[in-house]
């Protein structure tokens, strides 16, 4: 069994980046089904916003956690996390183009625009974090 060890460096030594990315991603799905729930009639914007804000508050700590690390696959990082971003801003898009469409209220559009905007930034984090932290650094 002595041979199975696996070094947990790599592991042990990176910030949570990824599970806090997936907090706010819950954080952002609860407001939305909120929303989702109660848009057809009158709805209270307090607790979505509530949510959003919690969402945006846990992408601030991954950004400071992020610029914490030193030695870091960043090329790596930046090469997975734009064309992820470009791929999730497209998908973000289109539900953005069905709520103007479904002609949702001002009020709760802005509300799930901001929800798109996390949802389009934590997804690309998560997969060019979770890419880059295995990455092989050059010494």
């Known amino acids: 069994m002595a041979g199975l060890a696996v070094s947990r460096t790599a592991e042990d030594s990176a910030p949570p980046v990824a599970p806090i990315a997936v907090g706010s991603l819950c954080l952002i799905v609860i407001g939305g089904i909120y929303l989702a729930a109660h848009i057809p009639g009158p709805v209270s914007l307090l607790p979505a916003y509530g949510l959003l804000v919690g969402a945006f508050l846990l992408m601030g700590?991954?950004?400071?956690?992020?610029?914490?690390?030193?030695?870091?696959?960043?090329?790596?990082?930046?090469?997975?996390?734009?064309?992820?971003?470009?791929?999730?801003?497209?998908?973000?898009?289109?539900?953005?183009?069905?709520?103007?469409?479904?002609?949702?209220?001002?009020?709760?559009?802005?509300?799930?625009?901001?929800?798109?905007?996390?949802?389009?930034?934590?997804?690309?984090?998560?997969?060019?974090f979770t890419v880059a932290r295995y990455q092989a650094l050059d010494s």
Do not use: C
């Open 61 to 128: 700590v991954n950004v400071v956690l992020l610029r914490r690390l030193s030695h870091f696959a960043w090329p790596r990082f930046f090469q997975v996390g734009k064309w992820a971003l470009l791929a999730y801003a497209i998908s973000a898009g289109m539900l953005e183009y069905v709520f103007v469409l479904d002609k949702v209220p001002a009020a709760e559009l802005l509300l799930l625009t901001l929800m798109l905007l996390v949802y389009a930034i934590d997804i690309p984090l998560i997969l060019a």
